[in-house]
């Protein structure tokens, strides 16, 4: 039997009917996992009662408002404690060590795909100490050990390719001043007879009309931190826990850096 060429077969609009219910029910499925996801004590999303529409949570109140300065104005703000030197002037400098390589690629996942280690979010704005607002375009340079302590060009004897850079890339700061990448927790290496580095993360930090910065980032609670002879406290932050949507679990830390005045 033929059917006019406008309509449709029964066996083909069933077939196609059963398909989209398929997809409602996936789509439904994706939904409540997301809407579990979203509305956990973080989360300010939440679905309408038709469950088509997301809406925000009742309770969700207007972002507090961080003020231009953002955490530098309490930085200002503070009264000095001995030490405390993050609070009151530019971010301490730290030695560059022997595996600086110039021309990292600009990206913001410091790692190859998929590389081994637990994955860390660091974050965090550039400032300027003498006008006290964070630096648009600022360059970040960063460089780090892969999980097993090692460089990409720590083997004499095995060279990196000129044009492969790998647990290093640049970055530049928004027009906020903002810069953020992902990488991997660094593994700790040995520098010496029972010396060992703790896990760090290099940065060498450039903008127009700003000192240079040369240091180094390091992790509270890193068993080596005691016996390091470079690490300064001020250089120290804490890491968070956090679980990501496929329940994942990473790490996520904030360093913000402030620029002394050429
Ligand atoms: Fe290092």
């Not at 999303?45 to 953002?70: F, I, K």
């Not at 001995?82 to 990206?107: C, H, Q, S, V, W």
Request: proline share 7%; glycine share 10%; hydrophobic share 30%.
């Amino acid at each position: 039997m033929a059917w006019p060429c406008l309509s449709e077969h029964p066996h083909g609009v069933e077939k196609r009917r059963t398909e989209s219910r398929r997809a409602d029910n996936r789509m439904k499925h994706e939904v409540n996992r997301r809407r579990f996801l979203l509305t956990g004590s973080f989360g300010l999303a939440a679905l309408g009662v038709s469950g088509g529409s997301w809406t925000l949570r009742a309770d969700a109140g207007p972002t507090v408002a961080s003020g231009e300065l953002g955490d530098y104005a309490a930085y200002l703000d503070a009264k000095p404690t001995p030490g405390d030197k993050r609070k009151t002037g530019p971010t301490e400098d730290n030695i560059l060590g022997p595996f600086y390589r110039a021309g990292a690629p600009y990206r913001a996942k410091i790692t190859p795909p998929l590389a081994e280690g637990t994955v860390l979010l660091v974050r965090g704005r550039v400032w300027g100490h003498d006008t006290r607002k964070p630096l648009p375009g600022a360059v970040l340079d960063i460089w780090q050990a892969n999980a097993h302590g090692r460089y990409d060009n720590d083997d004499r004897n095995h060279p990196p390719t000129e044009s492969v850079f790998q647990y290093r890339a640049r970055l530049l700061t928004d027009e906020n001043g903002f810069y953020e990448f992902e990488t991997i927790h660094p593994g700790r290496y040995q520098i010496g007879r029972n010396v060992w580095r703790p896990s760090h993360i290099h940065y060498l930090v450039r903008s127009p009309g700003y000192r240079q910065l040369v240091t180094q980032l390091y992790f509270k609670d890193d068993p080596m931190n005691e016996k390091d002879d470079f690490i300064k406290d001020s250089l120290v932050i804490e890491l968070s826990q956090r679980k990501s949507m496929t329940g994942m679990m990473y790490e996520e830390g904030t360093f913000d850096i402030v620029l002394a005045k050429d």
